[in-house]
């Protein structure tokens, strides 16, 4: 890729932003769950130099951005009730619902599927960008594989010179990124995890059924819901291994490894018992601490040369289920029992 100069803005200058945005070109933007990296989400164009500047597979769908829950209408067919529930009681916030797309989505935006996954988020310099500009069609600001970056050191280090700008937005709150539930199948279905939870789903519309690609690796020949499933992800170069036990089973395991650039990613509770080098992702039962910090502690194992990184699995329950998903993803689905 040609390497052009990034503009780095503050929020001040988001009516900058809106202009490359209105002229074809791409912005990092902050949102409440990660970085993203936008485009007009009605300009073919545009959006495929998201997937340059990524490297990411054309066959993995985007999600589009709205600032007001009236701007869906004209990019779905269909706005079911079930829907229409989520959205009042969800958005603004960390939620994608996939539709049955309208003529207006762009294939790039699509993959080539028959819907289209949107999002109201929360943030208010997204909100504003998306006001002054279009609706964005917007991944994560990374480079396709890597961790989702949740501050501004994270994309400069993955996208500076590959993208027209970056809007500097602090600190991303949620730190995961949002919960994706399919409502173009015959039942809802989540088909990835993150802030709002599936307990908050079922009191919303009822069942959801959860897509197996959530817990488990594909089996071979198995198509996917959601493309993004299908591809490693949030892998950092260190290896990642996942161990699954009790906390003092899991802390006599790492003090038994006696291994040179390892590390482990704990909770606060038990660093004081830790002999190994740790990076701590929060209390063992704060699950929205651990979703926060997590892709920061993957980045920065990274950063200070480890090898590999032992992680305790963590439980499924609330937000715990997005910390999972991504750590298993990002330990390539292998766990190992420790009883
Ligand atoms: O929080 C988020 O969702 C962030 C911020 C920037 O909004 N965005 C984000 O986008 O995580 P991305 O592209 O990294 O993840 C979108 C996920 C992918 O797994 C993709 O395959 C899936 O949503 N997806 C998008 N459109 C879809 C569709 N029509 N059908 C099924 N899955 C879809
Ligand atoms: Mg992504």
Known sequence: MKRMKTLLLSPGEIPLAAEIIKKGGLVAMPTETVYGLAADALNGQAVANIFKAKGRPMDNPLIVHISEVSQIYRLVRVFPEKAQLLAQRFWPGPLTIILPKSDIIPAEVSAGLDTVAVRCPSDKNARRLIELSAPLAAPSANLS??????????????????????????????????????????????????????????????????????????????????????????????????????????????????????????????????????????????????????????READEKGYDRVYAHCPDTQGVGLAVYNRMIRAAGFEVIELE
């Open 145 to 298: 594989g890597s961790p989702s970056p949740t501050t501004l050191r994270h994309v400069l280090a993955d996208m500076n010179g590959r993208i027209d700008a970056i809007i500097d937005g602090g600190d991303c709150e949620v730190g995961v990124e949002s919960t994706v539930i399919t409502l173009a199948g015959e039942k809802p279905r989540l088909l990835r995890p993150g802030g709002i939870t599936l307990e908050q789903l079922r009191e919303t519309v009822g069942e959801v059924e959860v897509d197996p690609a959530v817990m488990n690796p594909l089996k071979s020949g198995e198509k996917a819901a959601s493309p993004g499933m299908k591809y490693k992800h949030y892998s950092p170069k260190a290896d990642v291994v996942l161990l699954r036990g009790s906390r003092d089973s899991f802390i006599s395991f790492v003090n038994s490894v006696n291994e040179k650039k390892t590390a482990v990613l704990c909770y606060d509770e038990d660093m004081q018992r830790l002999e190994l080098p740790y990076i701590s992702i929060g209390g063992a039962e704060d699950y929205c601490t651990q979703a926060n910090r997590l892709f920061s502690a993957l």
